[in-house]
């Protein structure tokens, strides 16, 4: 089967990340798992601690296809990925966000607070930063490095949407609608877990192939909203070293 062991290791991966959803849900809505490191939202609780790993891999992984292909754009985004690992695991965007918050007197509105908005800014600037990293991938790169970052960028687009506009509207429901708010965190919380099973089979499939790009996620997505597209698979044989990177 083509793409046999990275649609097995995306089963194993979204089968844990149910079973961590199952456990958020137990220890929500019933009284079974009542310890706090069975939500989702717990700070080093069990689904967070899965996540670093998962982050770890992606890390991994493209550091690995660097090494295969000597591509600069897999060393690029090695490095964002490793922040985006550091900062969630020493929870930088949460201090700078407080820190924001405070230096530029941030309003606090619709439930928002200062440092929720100073969040906001961090994660506008963190995002600022990725999207120019792939527009300079896309001006110097060929075009194995244009695709990479096209199917990155997508995928990050898709975290971004659950981590940053999902979990602004978890903060106001936290505090003005708690009722919605463990449903809010579960998809929050889930569709994060979720997509980045997805970029660890990504970036896993490329280093068993020697740093080949055969998933096409533009593509796929293109595919999956009726855009007409003639195919969503590269050839394998088209591998950095026959392309200008």
Known sequence: MKYGPTLALFALLVSADLAFMLMHGMHAWSPWLGGGHFSLESDRGLAEQYQYIKQLWIVICLGLAFLQTRSKAFAGW?????????????QIHESVGFWLGAQLNLPAIAGLRPDDFGELTFAALVG?????????????GGEHSRQLSRDL???????????VAVDTLHVIAYFRM????????LFEDGG???????LTCYAFDIVGHGGALRIDVWGVLKSAWGAKTSTVVVPVSRRPSELVA
């Open 192 to 198: 994060e877990m979720i997509v980045i099973s997805a």
């Open 128 to 140: 600022g930063l990725t999207v120019a990293m792939a527009a300079l991938s896309f001006k110097r």
């Open 78 to 90: 090695m490095v964002l990925f490793a922040f985006l690992l550091v900062d969630d695991a020493a």
């Open 153 to 163: 960028l997508c995928l990050i687009a898709v975290l971004a949407f659950f981590g």
């Open 178 to 185: 708690p009722e919605l708010s463990q449903l809010l965190a």
